[in-house]
């Protein structure tokens, strides 16, 4: 009589455990990565599309909106201040992200920061700035290091 069992020994079974241990940690490293870099890259939109309607807010040089205080916005959805709202037609804060915006229109020269947009992702450990000076030199500053949306 010959015992034949068919099977995997404990070594076999371990060295698969391992192996899928590896992976798994490997797996979750990557994914911290990738949520990191999504979270940004909703900065960088949500930056980007704040300056396209703060461009469609000030068309018009005649007519200028009214100075901004500055804002903070966590709320998704349309901007809630009035006066930011004009500056920033048709703006939608998306889930997540905080929004900081400032206007001053009577800002005329390079001394005085006219625009002020900030651009935080809640799940992510970078922001975005954008400024605009009166004599119409502007800055981004991107990558700026800082945990999440301020309280």
């Known amino acids: 009589m010959s015992h034949n069992e068919d099977g995997f020994t404990l070594i076999e079974l371990l060295t698969v455990i391992a192996i899928v241990g590896i992976l798994s940690?490997?797996?979750?490293?990557?994914?911290?990565?990738?949520?990191?870099?999504a979270a940004y890259a909703s900065v960088?939109?949500?930056?980007?599309?704040?300056?396209?309607?703060?461009?469609?807010g000030t068309v018009d040089a005649d007519n200028l909106p009214a100075s901004?205080?500055?804002?903070?916005?966590?709320?998704q959805g349309p901007i809630t201040d009035n006066l930011a709202a004009d500056l920033l037609p048709g703006m939608m804060v998306p889930r997540n992200t905080a929004f900081?915006?400032?206007?001053?229109?009577?800002?005329?020269?390079?001394?005085?920061?006219?625009?002020?947009?900030?651009?935080?992702?809640?799940?992510?450990?970078?922001?975005?700035?954008?400024?605009?000076?009166?004599?119409?030199?502007e800055l981004k500053l991107d990558h700026i290091a800082g945990e999440g949306c301020p309280e």
Do not use: M, W
């Open 25 to 37: 940690a490997l797996g979750l490293t990557s994914f911290g990565y990738y949520k990191a870099s």
């Open 44 to 56: 960088e939109a949500t930056l980007h599309d704040a300056r396209n309607a703060l461009e469609a």
């Open 68 to 75: 901004v205080p500055l804002i903070v916005q966590g709320a």
């Open 100 to 137: 900081r915006v400032s206007y001053d229109s009577s800002c005329d020269n390079g001394g005085c920061q006219s625009t002020f947009l900030q651009v935080n992702h809640c799940f992510g450990d970078e922001y975005a700035q954008f400024v605009r000076f009166g004599d119409g030199v």
